[in-house]
T-cell receptor
Framework: SQQGEEDPQALSIQEGENATMNCSYK?????LQWYRQNSGRGLVHLIL?????REKHSGRLRVTLDTSKKSSSLLITASRAADTASYFC????????????FGTGTRLLVSP | GAGVSQTPSNKVTEKGKYVELRCDPI?????LYWYRQSLGQGPEFLIY????????DSGLPNDRFFAVRPEGSVSTLKIQRTERGDSAVYLC?????????????FGSGTRLTVV
């Protein structure tokens, strides 16, 4: 079953614009991670934010986490055509080990 | 190895046949995960190994699915009496510690098509 839902399902922007994707989840978490997937194959880990953190940065990526609203956002600044991919949030639960549960994904298209 | 290796990359099989999908994790990674991804969906958890033992197999859809990791490294996902609904991309991931708190490293997946 999917833990999270991502919004929007699809996003189309021009190069240089910022892209914001949102993720909502249902249960308490230990951490939330974002992954990128190109062409429906292997996923690449982008960033991890722990439940006691509110914001984290990595290069052009900024992730926020609001545990009271059970939501997270991923901001990609100054987007490039190479950022075109599907982006998934994944939550690690407080169950003793961190089985990740993935959301439904946002398909991002960045046009030159 | 440098990354997680999955073989074969594509597998077409007839309904009712048996298939094996192989995952070779990053050397030294103790945790190994299998996920299944259907078209347009996010990956769905199947099973998690910590070393040689299956720590959580709650995601296996039924008893036709089985996975092993006999020496704590390579893992094989086995599907008996395949059905058309088993068609999906099967993803393997590994992490250096229990829980994958530093993020998983995924392989490129095996695309299974049951005809």
């Amino acid at each position: 079953s999917q833990q999270g839902e991502e919004d929007p399902q699809a996003l189309s922007i021009q190069e240089g614009e910022n892209a914001t994707m949102n993720c909502s989840y249902k249960t308490s978490i230990n951490n939330l991670q974002w992954y990128r997937q190109n062409s429906g194959r292997g996923l690449v880990h982008l960033i991890l934010i722990r439940s006691n953190e509110r914001e984290k940065h990595s290069g052009r990526l900024r992730v926020t986490l609001d545990t009271s609203k059970k939501s997270s956002s991923l901001l990609i600044t100054a987007s490039r055509a190479a950022d075109t991919a599907s982006y998934f949030c994944a939550t690690g639960m407080n169950t003793g080990f961190q089985k990740l549960v993935f959301g439904t994904g946002t398909r991002l298209l960045v046009s030159p | 190895g440098a990354g997680v290796s999955q073989t074969p990359s594509n597998k077409v099989t007839e309904k009712g046949k048996y298939v094996e999908l192989r995952c070779d994790p990053i050397s030294g990674h103790t945790a190994l995960y299998w996920y299944r991804q259907s078209l347009g969906q996010g990956p769905e958890f199947l099973i998690y190994f910590q070393g040689t033992g299956a720590a959580d197999d709650s995601g296996l859809p039924n008893d036709r699915f089985f996975a092993v990791r006999p020496e704590g490294s390579v893992s094989t996902l086995k599907i008996q009496r395949t059905e058309r609904g088993d068609s999906a991309v099967y993803l393997c991931a590994s992490s250096p510690e229990a829980g994958g708190r530093g993020g998983y490293t995924f392989g490129s997946g095996t695309r299974l098509t049951v005809v």
